[in-house]
């Protein structure tokens, strides 16, 4: 009793292991065409894990919180994604990848002064397509994708653990 417990303890902690082993965890910097706040150039942090479910495919759940100003009052802006990846080319030291996938993007304005009706705030919130093309060497990636809500092009760059 005590050896097949022990066998199915060791089973498990090697099989946890080796699921574990397929995702990777990590972060970047991301530039967009449409982030500012007042629709031009602006920065973001990306938070982001990747599934691999087999040598071609992985699943990579992301959230990028943008830094945007603007010289009416506060604008908060995020976008959750949830993109697909498939490994078109690979060699030994670099993967190169499209990307679709799904976004829910959320923007909120809070103005310094209430306008004509009253308003103090405005927030919007669109679900949107993303598709691009990105790469990986060993930790290090980058990609490239254009995304229908905010529609802007994104370039983020960052590693994964």
């Given at each position: 009793?005590?050896?097949?417990?022990?066998?199915?303890?060791?089973l498990?902690?090697?099989?946890?292991?080796?699921?574990?082993?397929?995702?990777q965890?990590?972060?970047?910097?991301?530039?967009?065409?449409?982030?500012?706040?007042?629709?031009?150039?602006?920065?973001?942090?990306?938070?982001?894990?990747?599934y691999?479910?087999d040598?071609q495919?992985?699943?990579?759940?992301?959230?990028?919180?943008?830094?945007?100003?603007?010289?009416?009052?506060?604008?908060?802006?995020?976008?959750?994604?949830?993109?697909?990846?498939?490994?078109?080319?690979?060699?030994?030291?670099?993967?190169?990848?499209?990307?679709g996938?799904?976004n829910?993007?959320?923007?909120?304005?809070?103005?310094?002064?209430?306008?004509?009706?009253?308003?103090?705030?405005?927030?919007?919130?669109?679900?949107?397509?993303?598709?691009?093309?990105?790469?990986?060497?060993?930790?290090?990636?980058?990609?490239?994708?254009?995304?229908?809500?905010?529609?802007?092009?994104?370039?983020?760059?960052?590693?994964?653990?």
């Amino acid at each position: 009793m005590k050896k097949s417990l022990l066998m199915i303890l060791v089973l498990v902690v090697i099989g946890t292991t080796s699921a574990f082993s397929q995702w990777q965890f990590g972060g970047g910097l991301s530039l967009g065409t449409e982030s500012s706040g007042d629709g031009g150039l602006g920065f973001g942090l990306n938070a982001r894990a990747d599934y691999a479910i087999d040598e071609q495919w992985s699943i990579a759940p992301n959230f990028t919180l943008w830094f945007p100003s603007s010289d009416y009052g506060s604008v908060t802006m995020w976008q959750l994604n949830a993109d697909a990846h498939y490994v078109f080319a690979a060699t030994e030291t670099m993967n190169f990848y499209g990307i679709g996938g799904l976004n829910y993007s959320y923007i909120k304005f809070k103005f310094d002064e209430s306008d004509f009706f009253g308003n103090d705030s405005i927030d919007d919130s669109e679900i949107g397509l993303n598709l691009g093309a990105g790469a990986k060497m060993d930790m290090f990636f980058g990609e490239l994708k254009y995304d229908t809500a905010f529609e802007q092009i994104a370039i983020t760059v960052g590693v994964l653990f």
